[in-house]
């Protein structure tokens, strides 16, 4: 790895990690989820970064994957998720931590089980690097506390630009024992009373560009460039564009959805409809030492 590229992803895990600090003394019961998400991307630009995905503000029963859209409503409260990248010229700091807003034995004990979780799996990456024993690690801390982790949802390798890159990193013993080479990969265990399961929910808003297509629209042809010069691979939301086109650029999102030009993620619900509780840190496995960029 080169020394210019490791100060990126050193750095944007610094500056992910000052947001964290800023974000937990920022969130009160009852404060806008619109308000909270644009300050702390608001606060990562500040810094010198730039978000890597648009922030995900989860409550309850929904694991991942909702941002706020342009005109919403919805309050801070509940089991809260707070997940949010930076990025500086695509190195990438994923990190995430979840919140109690209702003063809740249950919410605080699925908290602190992520948590312990996410510190035994970075402690067992220093050990091993084997991707299915971090799982394990994650799964036996989990359910030694009576919870399950969620098991269709999993820490991932990351690449310039690439939030996914192909490797998993999984909240169960997969038995596939991935072994992980230097590089940056994000550990994210999820905890729940329930059935350890997510269901695609509701369109998120949340999108990336999949592959550039022809269109005829002129105002789709300008965001689908406008998309590719400034988030490339990496994912955007609906209530960016609108900030910066004003809202007919909805419908411009929904022809190049239609095209194949981007792929629209959905929200990412508990089959039981229980809460979830996430904890998440980006780890640099640089020649075989971890570093946990996001600390
Ligand atoms: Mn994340
Ligand atoms: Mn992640």
Redesign the pocket.
């Known amino acids: 790895m080169k020394e210019t590229e490791k100060q990126k992803i050193l750095k944007a895990g610094e500056i992910a990690s000052q947001v964290s600090e800023y974000a937990k003394k920022l969130i009160k019961p009852n404060t806008p989820l619109l308000e909270i998400a644009e300050k702390i991307e608001a606060k990562i630009i500040e810094l010198g970064g730039k978000p890597a995905f648009p922030c995900n503000l989860s409550i309850n029963d929904i694991a991942a994957h909702y941002t706020p859209s342009h005109d919403d409503k919805t309050l801070a409260l509940g089991l809260l998720k707070v997940d949010f990248g930076v990025h500086i010229d695509g190195f990438i700091a994923?990190t995430a931590f979840s919140i109690d807003l209702e003063a809740n034995e249950e919410n605080k004990k699925l908290i602190s089980v992520s948590e312990q979780s996410l510190k035994n799996a970075i402690e067992k990456a220093k050990e091993s690097k084997n991707a299915s024993e971090i799982g394990r690690t994650i799964q036996k801390t989990i359910s030694s506390n009576r919870l399950s982790p969620i098991i269709n949802l999993s820490?991932?390798s990351m690449e310039k630009y690439e939030l996914h890159s192909g490797i998993t990193i999984p909240n169960i013993d997969d038995k596939k024992n991935v072994a992980l080479d230097d590089g940056l990969y994000?550990i994210?265990p999820f905890a729940t009373a329930g059935s350890g399961k997510v269901y695609d929910g509701k369109p998120s808003g949340i999108y990336f560009l999949k592959s550039r297509k022809p269109v005829r629209n002129p105002l789709a042809r300008q965001i689908q460039d406008f998309i590719e010069e400034e988030y490339e691979t990496l994912p955007f939301c609906s209530r960016w564009l609108v900030k910066k086109f004003g809202s007919g650029v909805l419908f411009a999102l929904k022809e190049l959805e239609t095209s194949g030009a981007l792929h629209q993620f959905e929200q990412l619900i508990e089959v039981s409809h229980a809460k979830v509780s996430q904890a998440?840190h980006t780890i640099l496995i640089d020649k075989g030492e971890v570093i946990v960029t996001t600390e």
């Open positions: 994923d820490g991932h994000a994210e998440e």
